[in-house]
Each structure stands twice: as structure tokens, then as C-alpha cells.
């Protein structure tokens, strides 16, 4: 059953610096998500992606945030920035229409430790 | 959205039928119920979702009341492996919005 993958599984970074979080989606998806869970929270909406450009984004998601698809394949999560607060667990999802009715499909997520 | 209630935790004994709960009094015509876990801190897995028939797929049933106010999710044989946390979530068909919303969900338990 194809799956949505994401690398790297960990990374750690220190405050300040910025880190790229890569997703490829399962192939014939259109509808690209991320979205975080911070450790023992919930798992929060952070910002849907569809045809090269954001549909919608959650008050977390500011300006240090910045999501790309830059080729047929790849679709990443950029934080400028890092603070000690964005310290999560980041899970890509794709879908292969709105969510009105078709679920998302999760990846097992990136790991992000700010230090 | 509706909200939803659930209870915060379950066990259920290995072999046998795990029954969780969601209450969604406030669901209205056409918001579709989902149900997703979460397996320790892996990215959230799909189950089953519906609309106001009962449905089945190969991990679980999903019966839903006649008003639709509540579900309760089946997974009729429950192994070790079922132990995660369940949400239950409404979600409106359509334009009104892409996101989902997780609760804190069930933490479900299974029992050797």
C-alpha cells in the first residue's frame, strides 16, 4: 500500500538556525498538509497545500513557516527560525481530493528537537 | 465543526471486542464522522468513517445512532497491536475548511 514517507525520522537543531523538513506524498494525492504535535499535546492543523499554493493555515503557522512543493515529488516544511517552542513531532499527510470526504494519510513524522 | 466527547480511557482484554464511544450531540446533516489513532508517536492512521449508515471495512465497524448524535467504533477481535489512542472526529463535507480537528481522544488498552 503506498505511504506517505518523511525524512529525516529525527533532527536536531539549535535556536536560530533554520531546519527543512521533506514529505513525499503517496503519488497521485493533490491535497498536502502538515501538521505538529507537541510532546503529550494534541495534534494541531498547521497549513493545507494545493496547487502550488497555500489554502489555508492555522495561527501557528507564522511567519517563520514556509512550505514548498519544489518539484513533482517533494513537499517540505521550512522554518526560518527555530525557538526552543517549535519542539515536535511534524507529520505530513496527503489526500487525493479535499478532506470533505476522503481521509488524510499520515506520515510517522519528523521528530524536531530545538536545543 | 461539532465536537466531540470521548472517554479519556479503556481496556479491553485481548481476543475480545473493543467498543469505544464518541458523543456528538451537536453534529449537524452533513458532517461525516471519522475515527483515526495514533500508535505511540506514529503519524495518525485512518480507520472508518461515515455518515449516517453503519460501515465496515477490514480494521472496524462504525455504527452510528439514528439521530447521529452518537458512534461507537468496533474493532471486533482486539490484538496487542490495537493499543493506541482513538479520535473520533466530525468533520463537514465540502469547502468549510481542510482541516481536521484531534481531540485528546481514547487511549485504548489492550490487556494480554
Known amino acids: 500500500e503506498p505511504e506517505v514517507t518523511q525524512t529525516p525520522s529525527h533532527q536536531v537543531t539549535q535556536m536560530g538556525q533554520e531546519v527543512i523538513l521533506r514529505c513525499v506524498p503517496i503519488?497521485?494525492?493533490?491535497?498536502f498538509y502538515w501538521y505538529r504535535q507537541i510532546l503529550g499535546q494534541k495534534v494541531e492543523f498547521l497549513v493545507s497545500?494545493?496547487?502550488?499554493?497555500?489554502?489555508?493555515k492555522s495561527e501557528i503557522f507564522d511567519d517563520q513557516f514556509s512550505v514548498e512543493r519544489p518539484d513533482g515529488s517533494n513537499f517540505t516544511l521550512k522554518i526560518r527560525s527555530t525557538k526552543l517552542e517549535d519542539s515536535a513531532m511534524y507529520f505530513c499527510?496527503?489526500?487525493?481530493?479535499?478532506?470533505?470526504?476522503?481521509?488524510?494519510?499520515f506520515g510517522n513524522g519528523t521528530r524536531l528537537t530545538v536545543t | 465543526d461539532a465536537k466531540t466527547t470521548q472517554p479519556p480511557s479503556m481496556d479491553c482484554a485481548e481476543g475480545r471486542a473493543a467498543n469505544l464511544p464518541c458523543n456528538h450531540s451537536?453534529?449537524?446533516?452533513?458532517?461525516?464522522v471519522y475515527w483515526y489513532r495514533q500508535i505511540h508517536s506514529q503519524g495518525p492512521q485512518y480507520i472508518i468513517h461515515?455518515?449516517?449508515n453503519n460501515e465496515t471495512n477490514e480494521m472496524a465497524s462504525l455504527i452510528i445512532t439514528e439521530d447521529r448524535k452518537s458512534s461507537t467504533l468496533i474493532l471486533p477481535h482486539a490484538t496487542l497491536r490495537d493499543t493506541a489512542v482513538y479520535y473520533c472526529?466530525?468533520?463537514?463535507?465540502?469547502?468549510?475548511?481542510?482541516?481536521?480537528?484531534f481531540g485528546t481522544g481514547t487511549s485504548l488498552t489492550v490487556i494480554p
Open positions: 503519488s497521485n494525492h493533490l491535497y
Open positions: 499527510a496527503s489526500s487525493p481530493s479535499r478532506q470533505g470526504v476522503s481521509p488524510l494519510h
Open positions: 451537536t453534529i449537524s446533516g452533513n458532517e461525516y
Open positions: 472526529i466530525v468533520k463537514i463535507r465540502g469547502e468549510a475548511g481542510n482541516q481536521f480537528y
Open positions: 461515515g455518515l449516517k
Open positions: 497545500f494545493y496547487n502550488n499554493e497555500i489554502s489555508e
